[in-house]
């Protein structure tokens, strides 16, 4: 199939990136490491022994950083994920009890610290569409967190400014005492891609 304009202009930008170079000259998985490792400069999230549950993981670049700073990570994903030293991954929907039930298992009694997020859908090119898709990613991940994250925890979770992003903020501020927002440098600055990131889990 030949391949459209669109495609062909992402892939010369992907491939001249400076993010996806340096991903590929330092091993990481993916530039979205680069996302995570900003973020984490600044507030300060990943901590040796923290539990931390990576929600739509694959291809585990944000996995990659939370298990190299120390952090017990499990991963969760619909796709397989290529095994990560210092993660333990479950393939599944984090929505449906078999799973949950088998994170329960790996929880082993401890509790969640911190939840993560990076999960986007994949881009049909109709605004509205993607957008409302993106959004209810972000309310499944929401979801989760208010229910298994610990009091005092926090969330770090991929939005996208447009349609359902002020009252996805103002549900963020029902569940965390503290909500602030992130452009990572490795976030393309043409995107309308934004991280929220909720501090001090309410009980």
Known sequence: MKRSKTSKQ????????????????????SRAAYKLLEVDERD?????????????ATPGGWSQVAAEKGCKVIALDLLPLQP?????????????????L??????????????ISDMAPNISGIGMSDQARAMHLAELALDFSAQHLKPGG??????????????????????????????????????????????????
């Open 102 to 115: 088998q994170l329960e298992r790996r929880l082993a009694g401890k509790q969640i610290d911190l939840v």
């Open 154 to 203: 926090g969330f770090l979770v991929k939005v996208f400014q447009g349609a359902g992003f002020e009252e996805y903020f103002r549900s963020m501020r029902v569940h965390f005492a503290r909500v602030v927002t992130r452009k990572p440098k490795a976030s393309r600055d043409r995107s309308s891609e934004l991280y929220l990131l909720g501090l001090e889990k309410l009980e």
């Open 44 to 56: 300060h999230l990943l901590k040796p022994g923290k539990v931390v549950v990576d929600l739509g």
């Open 84 to 100: 990560l030293a210092g993660v333990e991954f479950i393939q599944g929907d984090f929505r449906e009890e078999e799973v949950l």
């Open 10 to 29: 992402w892939m010369r930008e992907h491939v001249n990136d400076p993010f996806v170079q340096r991903a590929q000259k330092e091993g990481y998985r």
